[in-house]
């Protein structure tokens, strides 16, 4: 099992950078997939970026694609989502996720995460 904490959201100007990070207590975090989604207001929760259990593969959202850079860090038992060139857009609540999915197809749908973290703010103001 796996409980997720993240961390690192606030308020930036638009062109500002963060860099959130997803803190994870179970010592077979290692053998999970780490994705990360966002919610805006009234809006559906929708994938940004993933990262396979080894860390050879990633995947991202054409929306954050060129932006964003998904990373993990094992031996933390943490993963980062750095976010450069951010957008008005890019407002919306951030949450880590932790799955097993069993194609590359399958790292952006929601259901295949069995973890969740809390969420953590992200404002980009213009």
């Known amino acids: 099992q796996v409980q997720l904490v993240e961390s690192g959201g606030g308020l930036v100007q638009a062109g500002g950078s963060l860099r959130l990070s997803c803190a994870a207590s179970g010592r077979t975090f290692s053998s999970y997939a780490m994705g990360w989604f966002r919610q805006a207001p009234g809006k559906e929760r929708e994938f940004v970026a993933a990262i396979s259990w080894t860390g050879g593969s990633t995947y991202y959202a054409d929306s954050v694609k060129g932006r964003d850079t998904i990373s993990r860090d094992n031996a933390k038992n943490t993963v980062y989502l750095q976010m450069n060139s951010l957008k008005p857009e890019d407002t919306a609540v951030y949450y880590c996720?932790?799955?097993?999915?069993?194609?590359?197809?399958?790292?952006?749908?929601?259901?295949?995460?069995?973890?969740w973290g809390q969420g953590t703010q992200v404002t980009v103001s213009s």
């Open positions: 996720a932790a799955g097993r999915p069993g194609y590359s197809s399958s790292y952006g749908y929601t259901h295949e995460y069995d973890y």
